[in-house]
């Protein structure tokens, strides 16, 4: 019956990837002592305003559990996001002002000044004038017809505006003023499929943006992957996400899982989380999270994600093993419902086995212990499973 069910789940993934198109403020509620594990990994559509409150608190450590070889599945159709440096970022939100301060943009060759024209039309509209960067929806959207929306998360370096181009491409290595960024900070997106506007948005807005050494861009949220500092610390003080979007709207998004991916089959298993961007039925929504909870390296039995719920999904490069292993870090949170009042991180915990891809089991040895996280953090799906084959 299990083999039967994971067939089933299976094909609706496929399917899928072939296919490829208000609240009140919560309280935080967070653990005084959490079970964690250290990972023998080298170096490395309406919404009301809410709010977060949160305090730091003491995790514990524990030692390394181990992971079967997954299935491999095709690579990624586009380059989506990252390439890690150590120069900081272009632009920061700036301070109240009364007239924008003026300077001249970056010198492009002539093939690059083409180039960009040809690839993409919208943008910024001043030329070679750089406006000031500031956390202002009109002016911003008058600057940058690209711009979407502002994401934060409290007391870090991200607290960015998001652009969203014709492709996947544009914003890796060109600046909020539509200038070739030869520094490759390049800026935050938002996935071009489904665009964001002001009327609609796609079920789950996947974000994408490099890891700076300096701690710009996306680089941040690595700090949820409780192998990189022995703990999940960063989790229980940082666990609400912020977005405004252009229609004006502020939402609050609750992380509830994160990931360590590979992005090359030569190196094992692909998990093309990015091309989930809508979920037309409950059976792709079941399927796209079982599997997102598998590689999870944390869960929070205190959070539940049903079918109906909005999500936000933020990736960027993290190479522990190198430039020449391409992987990504991946954080998941889902919408702050309409009356939900508290986001607890009382019980959450590292997951001791999460399934990895062969270059990692390659590396550091053991194998997938297989599915153990609890049906109750997706409501239905213990339901969907006995309907489908357990």
Same mark, same amino acid.
């Given at each position: 019956?299990?083999?039967?069910?994971? /067939?089933?789940?299976?094909?609706?993934?496929?399917?899928?990837?072939?296919?490829?198109?208000?609240?009140?403020?919560?309280?935080?509620?967070?653990?005084?002592?959490?079970?964690?594990? /250290?990972?023998?990994?080298?170096?490395?559509?309406?919404? @009301?305003?809410?709010? %977060?409150?949160?305090?730091? +608190?003491?995790? +514990?450590?524990?030692?390394?559990?181990?992971?079967?070889?997954?299935? @491999?599945?095709?690579?990624?159709?586009?380059?989506?996001?990252?390439?890690?440096?150590?120069?900081?970022?272009?632009?920061?939100?700036? =301070?109240?002002?009364?007239?924008?301060?003026?300077?001249?943009?970056?010198?492009?060759?002539?093939?690059?000044? #083409?180039?960009?024209?040809?690839?993409?039309?919208?943008? &910024?509209?001043?030329?070679?004038?750089?406006? @000031?960067?500031?956390?202002?929806? @009109?002016?911003?959207?008058?600057? !940058?017809?690209?711009?979407?929306?502002?994401?934060?998360?409290?007391? /870090?370096? *991200?607290?960015?505006?998001?652009?969203?181009? /014709?492709?996947?491409?544009?914003?890796?290595?060109?600046?909020?003023?539509?200038?070739?960024?030869?520094?490759?900070?390049?800026?935050?997106?938002?996935?071009?499929?489904?665009?964001?506007? %002001?009327?609609?948005?796609?079920?789950?807005?996947?974000?994408?943006?490099?890891? *700076?050494?300096?701690?710009?861009?996306?680089?941040?949220?690595?700090?949820?992957?409780?192998?990189?500092?022995?703990?999940?610390?960063?989790? #229980? +003080?940082?666990? #609400?996400?912020?977005?405004?979007?252009?229609?004006? +709207?502020?939402?609050?998004?609750?992380?509830?899982?994160?990931?360590?991916?590979?992005?090359?089959?030569?190196?094992?298993?692909?998990?093309? &989380?990015?091309?989930?961007?809508?979920?037309?039925?409950?059976?792709?929504?079941?399927?796209?999270?079982?599997?997102?909870?598998?590689?999870?390296?944390?869960?929070?039995?205190?959070?539940? *994600?049903?079918?109906?719920?909005?999500?936000?999904?933020?990736?960027?490069?993290?190479?522990?093993?190198?430039? !020449? #292993?391409?992987?990504?870090?991946?954080?998941?949170?889902?919408? *702050?419902?309409?009356?939900?009042?508290?986001?607890?991180?009382?019980?959450?915990?590292?997951?001791?086995? =999460?399934?990895?891809?062969?270059?990692?089991?390659?590396?550091?040895?053991?194998?997938?212990?297989?599915?153990?996280?609890?049906?109750?953090?997706?409501?239905?799906?213990?339901?969907?499973?006995?309907?489908?084959?357990?």
């Amino acid at each position: 019956m299990r083999k039967t069910r994971r /067939t089933f789940a299976a094909a609706v993934l496929a399917a899928v990837m072939l296919l490829a198109g208000c609240q009140e403020q919560p309280q935080v509620v967070e653990n005084g002592g959490i079970d964690t594990v /250290t990972e023998p990994v080298t170096e490395a559509t309406t919404e @009301e305003t809410t709010t %977060e409150t949160t305090t730091t +608190t003491k995790a +514990t450590t524990t030692t390394k559990r181990t992971t079967t070889t997954p299935p @491999e599945t095709e690579p990624p159709e586009e380059t989506t996001e990252e390439t890690t440096t150590a120069t900081a970022a272009t632009a920061a939100p700036a =301070p109240a002002y009364v007239a924008p301060a003026v300077t001249t943009a970056p010198a492009q060759t002539a093939a690059q000044a #083409i180039a960009t024209t040809q690839a993409h039309v919208s943008g &910024y509209r001043y030329g070679d004038v750089k406006y @000031e960067i500031k956390h202002d929806f @009109e002016y911003m959207r008058d600057l !940058n017809t690209d711009f979407v929306g502002w994401l934060t998360i409290a007391d /870090t370096p *991200i607290d960015l505006p998001i652009l969203q181009a /014709t492709d996947n491409k544009f914003y890796l290595e060109h600046d909020f003023w539509g200038a070739y960024d030869y520094t490759k900070v390049g800026c935050s997106f938002a996935d071009c499929h489904v665009p964001i506007t %002001e009327t609609s948005r796609p079920d789950n807005i996947v974000i994408y943006g490099h890891n *700076i050494r300096t701690g710009a861009g996306l680089a941040k949220i690595t700090n949820y992957y409780p192998a990189r500092y022995g703990s999940l610390n960063f989790y #229980i +003080t940082h666990p #609400i996400v912020n977005f405004e979007c252009i229609d004006g +709207t502020q939402s609050q998004y609750v992380v509830f899982a994160g990931m360590f991916v590979n992005t090359s089959t030569k190196h094992g298993d692909v998990f093309n &989380y990015y091309q989930f961007r809508n979920f037309s039925s409950e059976s792709l929504f079941y399927a796209y999270f079982e599997a997102v909870f598998d590689r999870s390296v944390f869960y929070n039995p205190d959070l539940d *994600i049903k079918y109906g719920d909005k999500f936000l999904t933020l990736s960027t490069c993290y190479y522990p093993f190198g430039a !020449n #292993i391409d992987t990504r870090f991946v954080v998941f949170a889902r919408q *702050i419902r309409k009356g939900e009042t508290q986001v607890s991180t009382l019980n959450a915990y590292t997951n001791r086995s =999460p399934l990895y891809f062969d270059y990692y089991y390659q590396l550091n040895g053991g194998s997938w212990g297989g599915r153990k996280w609890p049906t109750s953090l997706i409501t239905g799906y213990a339901e969907w499973l006995k309907k489908n084959g357990s």
